[in-house]
């Protein structure tokens, strides 16, 4: 990440002055999803769950308050950035941790989320990790699979990284990076133009397609780089649709999701060559922009999606 310039260092100092001046005092309680979590004191052997949320913590300095992460190696492609960020934490699984593999590590904080290495009715959730004294402080995006939720927005990522900062009692980090990340997006914003071109996001899928609705993360990405998320009337998360459903639609640009074995080129060559998507404007002007899967879920990285969004959405 780049050094921010003087003006947002002074804004961060100060930020931070006034955060060290508000300690966490324990017991705290915070708000997850749609329960209240009570901690005693700041979790010692803290785990993780997936790229974002690791890197969230990291980004707090909270490396030496982790046991360990879980859910990246089996997913996702690590940059040699993020290895040397990770370099000495290990990886308690490489997909999906099970109960066993928590309490054998000791964790007493599970930092995860629905869909992302908890599922409703799993053997790892709240309900069952809670009694075994593992506090579980859910991604806030993430809770639309829960509860009914409003639009995904990047104050649910800023929310996260106060609730990690009053848990931790870092709220001066945490203080420093949501200054940072607001600081960048105003910037984005005084340049838009008014014209919001019509946008896809693609995941991944063949017989239908992986994506976005409003109430996951890239709504919030696409709004704030100039676009407009055709689906941003379905009132889901993640999921699925029809290609009929994106035919209808007709984008202008199609974002892909870089992740996994599948690589963007493969996954932009599936969408150039299918050939039920051969009347969609973005097809036919070959306009595709592709984001990291870190970039495109909850987390410090947000913003960057923005910027390469906002640059792709109007080139001019």
């Not at 993020?82 to 054998?104: C, F, H, Q, V, W």
């Amino acid at each position: 990440m780049k050094p921010p310039h003087l003006a947002l260092c002074l804004g961060s100092l100060f930020t931070s002055m006034t955060a060290l001046a508000d300690s966490t005092h324990y017991p705290l309680t915070v708000q997850s999803c749609n329960r209240e979590v009570t901690f005693k004191e700041a979790p010692r052997h803290a785990v993780s769950h997936d790229i974002n949320m690791t890197q969230m913590m990291l980004a707090l300095g909270l490396k030496p308050r982790m046991a360990g992460y879980s859910g990246i190696s089996g997913w996702k492609a690590v940059t040699p950035e993020m290895a040397r960020i990770l370099d000495g934490l290990p990886e308690l699984a490489a997909k999906y941790p099970s109960l066993e593999t928590l309490l054998n590590a000791n964790v007493d904080f599970f930092f995860a989320g629905w869909d992302y290495g908890m599922n409703v009715g799993g053997a790892v959730t709240p309900a069952t990790l809670t009694p075994l004294g593992i506090n579980v402080y859910e991604l806030t995006e993430s809770c639309a699979f829960v509860m009914k939720r409003r639009s995904a927005s990047l104050d649910d990522t800023y929310n996260d990284l106060r609730n990690l900062g009053r848990i931790f009692d870092v709220q001066d980090r945490a203080n420093a990076l949501i200054g940072e990340m607001q600081a960048r997006l105003a910037a984005v914003r005084k340049s838009l133009p008014p014209e919001r071109p019509r946008v896809f996001l693609y995941d991944s899928g063949e017989d239908r397609a992986m994506t976005s609705g409003r109430l996951a993360m890239p709504q919030a990405l696409i709004e704030a780089a100039g676009g407009r998320n055709v689906l941003d009337n379905v009132d889901a998360s993640w999921t699925r649709v029809n290609w009929e459903s994106v035919v209808e639609k007709n984008p202008q640009v199609i974002v892909i999701v870089d992740y996994g074995e599948i690589t963007a080129e493969q996954k932009q060559h599936f969408l150039e060559n299918n050939p039920a998507l051969q009347s969609v404007e973005a097809i036919r002007n070959k306009r595709f922009v592709v984001i990291p899967y870190v970039e495109a879920t909850p987390g410090i990285d947000n913003v960057k999606a923005i910027e390469t969004l906002a640059k792709a959405f109007h080139p001019q």
